[in-house]
C-alpha cells in the first residue's frame, strides 16, 4: 500500500496542496494552510467476490412519501425557502456578521415553539443569558424555546438523543461547533466538517429540521469548505447594509424550490418585521428629480421591485488614475457598460470619477439593471435630471444593442401600478398599456439621445 500523503488544506476555501505554501494556490488567502491527518487509502481496485450488498432499483414513479413542510411562521422566511421548512433537511444560513442571522432565527424558532411544535436553539457564540436578553428584546421570552449555551457536538447530541426529537434545530454558529471524532480547533475545515455531517446525520435520521448558521469570509462566500455547501440540502444567504433597515433572505441553493424566491425583512427595534411588499422599499421618494438618478423596475422571483440607481460623475482636472466605486451592482459590468458608452456614443468618462450606488442596501443581480444604469450615467454626464416619471430596464450588449429582457409586462404593470407614467425598454415601439408608455429603444445611442 502506498504511504499516505501529508495534505495542507486551505480554511478557507478547502482546496489541497501537497506541501505547505504562505498563500493557497486557488484562493490566493494568505496562511490558511493547515495540516490535517493522512487519509487512509485502500485498495483502489475492489474484491467483489464478498463484502458488498445488491442494492435495490427503484422506478421514478413509485409512492412516496409527499414532501412535508412546516411554516417558520414568518411568511417572507417561507417564501425565501420555496415554502417552508422541511423534516429532516438542513439549511445553511450565512451572512455578514450583525446582519440579524441570530435574530432571524430566534425569532423563527419562537414562532414554531408558539405554534406547538419544539425548537431547539443551540448558541455556541453568545451565553444563554445574551441570548435571552435578546428574546427579552423581541418580546419573546415566553416562548417555550429549548435553549443552550453549547459547543460539543457530542454533549448536544447525547441530550437531544434523550429526548422527543425537536421540530427545528438551529446551531448558532456552525463555526463553533466541536467534534471529538477529530483533532483539530473548532472552526477548522475538517472540523467545520465533521460537526455539520454528525449534526445532518442526525436531522435527517430524526426528520429534524436542522439550521446551521454559517459565517461568512471577506469575500461574501460561506467560510469553511465549500463541501458544506454540497452537504446541506438549501444555502441561504441574509443579506443588505447594516446601516440600512432592510434584509434581504435569498436561497442560493434549494433542493426542495425554486431559487429566485426572496424574503425581504426590516430590521426594528423589535426585531426582524416582515415587508410582504417590497416593491416601493428602494426608492429614495425624493420629490425634486436630481441628475444621475434612474429608477429600474427589478424582479426578484415572482416579485417586482422597484429599485433606484445613482451615478454620480466627478471630473478630474489632473491626470490622476479616476476612481470607480459601485455598491449594490457588479463592478465589471460597470466598466463594460461605461465602455460601451465610450466606444458606442462617443461619451467620455476616462477623466472622470464614476460612483454608482444602487439605494436601500440592495444588491442587483438582474441583467435587465443594464439601460437604467446607463441612464443613470448619461443623466449625470449630462447633468440633466431623468423624468421623476420613468422606468428603465433593458440589458446592453457590448455591441450597443438593448437586448430585450424576461419578464417586461410585470415590470411595466407594477411601474404603472405605483404611479411611474413611462418606461424604457428594449423594442422599437412606443406602446400605450393602461397607464405607463413605453418607449422602445434598439441602441445606446437612442437612450443617449432621449437624454441628453
Ligand atoms: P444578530 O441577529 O445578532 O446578527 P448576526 O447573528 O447575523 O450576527 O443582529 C445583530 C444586529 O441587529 C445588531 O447590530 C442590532 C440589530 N438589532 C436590532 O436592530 N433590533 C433588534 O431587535 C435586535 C435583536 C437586533
Ligand atoms: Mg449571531
Known amino acids: 500500500m502506498a504511504k499516505p500523503k501529508r495534505r495542507h488544506i486551505c480554511q478557507a476555501c478547502g482546496s489541497v496542496a501537497t506541501r505547505w505554501q504562505g498563500q493557497c494556490a486557488d484562493c490566493g488567502e494568505w496562511n490558511t494552510l493547515a495540516e490535517e491527518a493522512p487519509a487512509t487509502v485502500f485498495s483502489i481496485k475492489h474484491d467483489l467476490s464478498s463484502g458488498g450488498r445488491p442494492i435495490a432499483f427503484e422506478a421514478l414513479d413509485a409512492p412516496g412519501q409527499v414532501l412535508q413542510r412546516r411554516s417558520t411562521g414568518l411568511a417572507e422566511f417561507d417564501r425565501a425557502l420555496g415554502g417552508g421548512l422541511v423534516p429532516g433537511s438542513a439549511v445553511l444560513m450565512g451572512g455578514d456578521p450583525g446582519i440579524g442571522k441570530s ?70 454558529s456552525i463555526q463553533t461547533m466541536h467534534s471529538d471524532q477529530i483533532e483539530g480547533a473548532p472552526g477548522t475545515v475538517s472540523q467545520v466538517r465533521a460537526s455539520a455531517f454528525e449534526l445532518i446525520r442526525y436531522a435527517k435520521e430524526n426528520g429534524v429540521a436542522l439550521v446551521l448558521v454559517g459565517h461568512v469570509t471577506k469575500d461574501g462566500s460561506i467560510a469553511g469548505p465549500r463541501v458544506l455547501e454540497h452537504m446541506v440540502d438549501v444555502v441561504m444567504s441574509f443579506e443588505g447594509e447594516r446601516s440600512h433597515q432592510y434584509r434581504i433572505l435569498r436561497s442560493i441553493k434549494n433542493r426542495f424550490g425554486p431559487v429566485d424566491e426572496i424574503g425581504v425583512f426590516a430590521m426594528e427595534g423589535a426585531g426582524l418585521a416582515e415587508v410582504g411588499n417590497p416593491s416601493l422599499l428602494f426608492l429614495s421618494g425624493r420629490d425634486q428629480p436630481v441628475a444621475g438618478s434612474a429608477v429600474f423596475p427589478a424582479i426578484e422571483g415572482t416579485r417586482p421591485v422597484l429599485v433606484e440607481i445613482q451615478a454620480l460623475i466627478v471630473r478630474l482636472a489632473s491626470g490622476a488614475t479616476p476612481r470607480r466605486a459601485v455598491v449594490g451592482w457588479d463592478s465589471g459590468r ?38 437604467a444604469v446607463a441612464a443613470a450615467l448619461v443623466s449625470a454626464l449630462a447633468d440633466k435630471p431623468l423624468g421623476a416619471d420613468a422606468v ?61
Open 103 to 172: 435574530t432571524l432565527l430566534l425569532q423563527a424558532a419562537a414562532r414554531i415553539a408558539q405554534g406547538g411544535g419544539s425548537a431547539v436553539y443551540i448558541s455556541g457564540e453568545e451565553a444563554a443569558g445574551q441570548v435571552r436578553l435578546r428574546a427579552d428584546r423581541l418580546g419573546l421570552a415566553g416562548a417555550p424555546i429549548a435553549l443552550a449555551a453549547a459547543t460539543s457536538v457530542r454533549d448536544i447530541l447525547t441530550t437531544l438523543s434523550g429526548m422527543a426529537p425537536p421540530a427545528l434545530l438551529v446551531i448558532d
Open 334 to 371: 460597470l466598466a463594460m457598460l461605461l465602455a460601451v458608452l465610450e466606444a458606442r456614443c462617443g461619451l467620455n468618462f476616462s477623466t472622470a470619477e464614476v460612483y454608482l450606488n444602487v439605494a436601500g442596501g440592495y444588491r442587483l443581480a438582474d441583467p435587465a439593471a443594464d439601460l
Open 392 to 452: 428603465w430596464f433593458g440589458e446592453v450588449s457590448l455591441a450597443g444593442e438593448i437586448r430585450n429582457v424576461a419578464h417586461a409586462g410585470v415590470r411595466l404593470r407594477e411601474a404603472a401600478k405605483l404611479g411611474f407614467r413611462n418606461a424604457y425598454g428594449p423594442g422599437d415601439v412606443t406602446a400605450k398599456s393602461d397607464e405607463a408608455r413605453l418607449y422602445g429603444l434598439t441602441m445606446l445611442p437612442n437612450l443617449v439621445d432621449r437624454i441628453m
